[in-house]
């Protein structure tokens, strides 16, 4: 798959804030994934952390791996999470939640003391945007939420946003982990993340949006044969 050797040089780096006894946020997705893999190796050889996962599928990707897991009602603290990313700007800002798992990754990176985002170069852009901003919302309502979003968008200075309704190849909507629905906003530009993300917030129905903002610390972009590490 195109960017695997990326991805996997991204996590190799992140591997070196992992230390013993450490609880970590195990982020969702196929960059994550790596950072995983890397970790259960760490583990088979004899270092202790226990991970928090942020959804169902890095769950059972962990257990499959033998990674201990904590509950997350029992997190007292999380010194460690790294996650992947569908955009990271200049400015260590995000767009996440391509894996519908948005709502878990930002409980976990908030509550964390030090999230890391590990990405391939496609991921790392001048301006938040292209990627289309998931936003979770819950099912009662949702299509009066998606007009209420597309005005907050508008709001927010996104000149010709388009929101819809995440479906599945069987043609229904997908359901996240905690039971809602995701609406898929284009926006081609973001140019104020930080007022996008606020007239979000502001919207009933709205469980989570996508934009990471003042979350993420460390974004780890891998190269062929390295990565670069830009710290905020
Ligand atoms: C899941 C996410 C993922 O981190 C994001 O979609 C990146 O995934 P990938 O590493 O597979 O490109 O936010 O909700």
Do not use: W
């Amino acid at each position: 798959m195109a960017g695997e050797v990326e991805k996997r040089n991204a996590a190799i780096a992140a591997m070196e804030f992992v230390e013993d006894g450490m609880t970590l946020g195990l982020g969702t997705g196929s960059t994550a994934k790596h950072f995983v893999e890397l970790l259960a190796d760490e583990v088979a050889d004899g270092l202790i952390v226990r991970g928090v996962p942020t959804s169902a599928q890095t769950q059972r990707l962990a257990e499959a791996h033998g990674i201990p897991l904590l509950p997350v009602e029992q997190v007292q603290q999380i010194h460690l999470t790294v996650d992947g990313a569908d955009e990271a700007d200049g400015q260590g800002q995000l767009i996440k939640g391509g894996g519908a798992a948005l709502l878990r990754e930002k409980i976990i990176a908030n509550a964390s003391d030090h999230m890391v985002v590990i990405a391939d170069p496609s991921k790392h852009v001048e301006t938040l945007g292209v990627f289309p901003l998931p936003v979770e919302v819950t099912q009662f309502g949702f299509t009066i939420t998606a007009k209420k979003v597309f005005d907050a968008l508008k709001g927010s200075d996104v000149a010709r946003p388009n929101v819809g309704l995440r479906q599945g190849n069987d043609g229904q909507p997908i359901i996240t982990d905690g039971g809602n629905y995701i609406l898929d906003c284009k926006c081609a530009v973001i140019p104020d993340a930080g007022a996008t993300a606020r007239a979000l917030a502001n919207v009933p129905g709205v469980v989570e949006h996508g934009l990471f903002i003042g979350l993420a610390r460390t974004v780890i972009i891998g190269s062929q044969d390295g990565a670069s590490i830009f710290e905020y």
